[in-house]
């Protein structure tokens, strides 16, 4: 079993900064990409940023200058430090790693169970 689970979510002022973290447990071999999406009610799921096991970042063009996406390979764990808060921020927030079972057969996609961050105007 692998699980995803999330934390640091909650309600924060405009121009606020919260930091969402995820941890990573159970049998695996190896993370490939962990990463944050997002989905605020009536829209799709959208993704934040993401970043490989190699460090490589992407980022949604809204979160760019604001949001920073980072992971402990030794905690198998990853980070979105969010700066400058806006109300259209306001979504449950979704932690996702594509992951390795065993060292060898595909990479399969997990998700966390998300967390709530609201930003109040």
């Known amino acids: 079993q692998v699980q995803l689970v999330e934390f640091g979510g909650g309600l924060v002022q405009a121009g606020g900064s919260l930091r969402l973290s995820c941890a990573a447990s159970?049998?695996?071999?190896?993370?490939?990409?962990m990463g944050w999406y997002r989905q605020a009610p009536g829209k799709q799921r959208e993704l934040v940023a993401r970043?490989?096991?190699?460090?490589?970042?992407n980022y949604a063009d809204f979160v760019k200058g604001r949001f920073t996406i980072s992971r402990d390979n030794t905690k198998n764990m990853v980070y979105l430090q969010m700066n400058s808060l806006k109300s259209e921020d306001t979504a449950i927030y979704y932690c996702n790693a594509l992951i390795n079972r065993y060292s060898y057969g595909p990479l399969r996609d997990y998700w966390g169970q998300g967390t709530q961050v609201t930003v109040s105007s």
């Open positions: 970043i490989t096991d190699g460090s490589t970042l």
């Open positions: 159970g049998s695996f071999f190896s993370i490939n990409v």
